[in-house]
């Protein structure tokens, strides 16, 4: 073992392909892979398929390749590399044992191959089938005597259990050896290098992965399952949490602080009950997340025990940041990188967890969903596959049971079982006895924008300027997206598919509050624009000066032409004729002096961007950190009030467009392209909710952009932390994004950038993946609309950052489409926000009934009950709410049927007297005044 020789760094093709057909060849379902810089990879049905991927990913020079250990039922999702639930058939038992030495930070692990196999050996587990040198380590390989096929050969359960039990066996083998060995390898979904290829973790330093021993016996899932379970320690059963009175739930009742709000009360929904299981781990491995290590120290959460370190899928020990902090064995956990796109930096439950991973943070959905999955109803796979013991207590505390809520009155209705469909069933802490939890009606989470698929420059660019400017990192990565095809102007397509084509530009709109520096973002990203607008208006103002001078002595030809041609005598008039009509000629020939070059335009009248758009080739761009463009195109700043969005919906489509010109006549553009991006204001958004006339929002207009409404850091920012974006950075992205104005924006024909095969499969699979969801009962069936263009929208994105890149490339290969595809679901969160903050999503309008619920709040005594007048005297002198007392008795009722507040009955005594009518009363949740905790 010690003389195995790493002298090679070619990768081996024959090897591959005899490991594959080995490995594969009788194992039903697709053969996973993936390799660094795309994670979610790909699934192919055949062993030679599967080399012909690799061999391309050899040919790249990617640092590594790995294949998933078990089969996958179908192709994924773009995006998903795939959890256990997708596993279809499992071939063998694997470890996967780290050896020191470069790329290896660990000082525990063992220090040669001979030890390392020692993990193995002296286990107590059977003898191996395969082995193999990764280049970094040992991968141990025993295999069934037939691949294991998932629900008809072996229970999934039964195989994550024995794939987790195995790994445990070699957890305690390495203890006793004194060495560092990772358990958390041992999820279904475990990808491992593939023999035959190359190991360039550490650059200067490549391996190659290669197969050692190999023929070795097999064995059945039942031999294997009594080994491992004769050599594990025998475990005291579980102590369950106390159960006092776990199982009451309220029953629903008619009166308002009962009926409409939720169907479980307390931390016994749901998501409170996969707390109680420490459940955090269950629910990272559905989602393939691998456990690393135990973290040694200190965590402010466990205290001096330490917690565990997790692996989001693609995690590289070189590149990536530190993941995930698992505390007290599984219940809470800390995320710290924000490439999976989960809130960094705050402690969440395993309710919040399953929350955000599946359900873009909206915990009544989950808690829902995992209700349907207890319940045997159509639920998401990730709640399907939670533990059983977790879906049985479900089951059990949400069969409802009467309950007692007020001593008053004892003999309301009994319970019957809980509705998986209906209420708000989030998990929640204890309220009054006379309250249920409301149905939540703030701002749902959001994820943070993944800057990995960025790519290594504009990404740091991005998170610079975001650092600079202490901002979140969304708000400059939607202007540099748009500052990319701005700089492109017009003159790229991409061509995803014969018949289906794209112009290259973006509308993104990023929104946030006043004094977020949203001006300090747009200048810092535009700076290379406005240098290369300068450099092109040098060098076309001479060229003016040439024009209109030779135009002058052209017109002055004429006019003696003309002259002469007056006063020419009859044997002569023809002739003059001719002279004038040549002279005509020649000025027409001549032409208007061209306009100064704009690369781009903040404040613009709808009227004037065709106009301005003809002087450029018919290309503009409007980047602006105002909501001008907004009140302009809506016609609330100028004109009748009436939108004007007729020009800016065809130049994003690329269309021809008349132009009328006051001083010059009417011109046809044979393809117009208009590029946005903004930066404003809630209000702006808001605005478009009120308006008397809402063409804008049926029109296609804002559901063509990408939207982006980060958390905001006022109130948190230290004037003392930002710092500077870096030159090197800056001179990067500026060098980058002046080559796109000289190669592109000052080309003469468009250049057409075509969609590789592997770029078009990620494009398929990804409409394939969208198609059901904008259905009846799709999850984005409310902002169809909006999701319908999202295909669309990610080929645009794909082609500009493969230009950002690469300003000669006439190709979009599969990594970028699939590194666009990997944004989709920040885009749809985002754009459920947005569209609901503007109305245009009509089943969500709930800005009113949030600025009502914000004045409560803000009362000197919020506890104390409240009338209608209160309410309509509180709102319309804070907010100016448009609508008047009719909107904001409209919004008080919402917030009744949600929870929120509770009407009074009437006083009996007044019935009948004379006077003004009483304003009707409303009780407060407590809530509004004494929030509970976070679970």
Known sequence: MSNMTTASVLADNSVTRDWLKAQFGEAAGLIALSCVGDWSGTQVASADEALGVIARWNGQGVAGIYARATTVRERLAPGRRGGAADTHTVIDMWSDIDIAGPGHKDQRLPVDEDQALRVYTESGLPPHTQLIHS??????????????????????????????DWQRVLGLSAERLGVSYGTGVGDLSRVLRVPGTVNRKVPTNPRPCTVVE??????????????????????PSPRRPDKTDATRLPSRQTDRRHG????????????????????????????????????????????????????????????????????????????????????????????????????????????????????????????????????????????ERPRVTDKTDATRDGGRDADPEGGSVSSVSEVEPSWDAPVPIDRPPVPGFPLLPLGDSLARMVEAVSKATQVAPDLPAMMALPCITAAIGGRAYVRIRPGWSEPVTLWTVGVALPGERKTGVEERLTVPLREEEIRLRAETEPLIEQTKQRRRIAEERLKDAEKAAVKAKPENAQLAADDAALALRSLQDIGEPP?????????????????KASENAGRGAVLDSEGVFFANVTGRRFGNGSPDTTFALQAYDGKAVPVHRVQRGSTELTAAHLTLGLLVQPVILQGLARSEDDEVLHNGFVQRPLYSYPESNLGQRDPRAAVPVPETVEADYSMRIKALVSKLWEAEAPRVLTFTPEANEFMYRFEEHLEPRMGHLGDLRPI????????????????????????????????????????????????????????????????????????????DKPAEPFSLRDAQRGVQKKWALEGGADAIRAAVDHLEDLGWVAR??????????????PSPKYDVHPWIYDPPEAS
């Open 595 to 611: 306009a100064l070059p704009s690369l781009f335009w903040g404040d613009i009248t709808p009227a004037a961007m065709p106009v």
């Open 214 to 235: 190999t023929g070795g016996p097999r064995y059945s899932f039942t031999e294997l399952r009594e080994t491992v379970d004769r050599i594990l320690p025998k475990a």
């Open 260 to 399: 409409s709000v939720s169907s479980v009360s307390g931390n016994r929904g749901p998501l409170g009950i996969l707390g109680e299981h420490n459940a955090v781990p269950d629910v990272l491995e559905g989602a393939g997340w691998s456990y690393r290590e135990q973290s040694p120290g200190q965590c402010r959460v466990c205290g001096t025990g330490g917690c565990q370190l997790w692996s989001y899928p693609g995690w590289d020990a070189q590149t990536s940041g530190t993941g995930a902090n698992v505390h007290k064995g599984g219940a809470a956990i800390t995320v710290w990188s924000e490439t999976p796109g989960l809130p960094t930096g705050q402690v969440m439950s395993a309710g919040q967890l399953f929350a955000h991973l599946h359900h873009g943070g909206d915990e009544s959905e989950a808690a829902r969903d995992i209700l349907r999955a207890a319940h045997g109803r159509n639920s998401t796979t990730a709640a399907a596959m939670l533990p059983e013991a977790v879906l049985a207590e479900v089951r059990e505390a949400t069969t």
């Open 135 to 164: 280049g970094g380590g040992l991968y141990v390989r025993t295999s069934f005597t037939v691949p294991l096929v998932v629900g008809e050969d072996v229970d999934l359960d039964e195989a994550a259990r024995l794939a987790a």
């Open 784 to 859: 169809m609309s909006w999701a319908s263009k999202l295909p669309a929208k990610l080929a645009r994105i794909a082609a500009a950052l493969t230009l950002y890149d690469n300003s000669d490339a006439t190709e979009v290969t599969g990594p970028y489409m699939a590194a666009a595809v990997s944004m989709a679901p920040y885009f749809i969160a985002h754009a459920r926000l947005c569209l609901d903050l503007m109305g245009a999503n009509r089943e969500a309008q709930l800005t009113p009934g949030r600025d009502v619920l914000a004045w409560l709040r803000a009362r």
């Open 904 to 917: 009074q009955p009437a006083d009996p005594a007044r019935e009948g007297k004379p006077g003004r009518k």
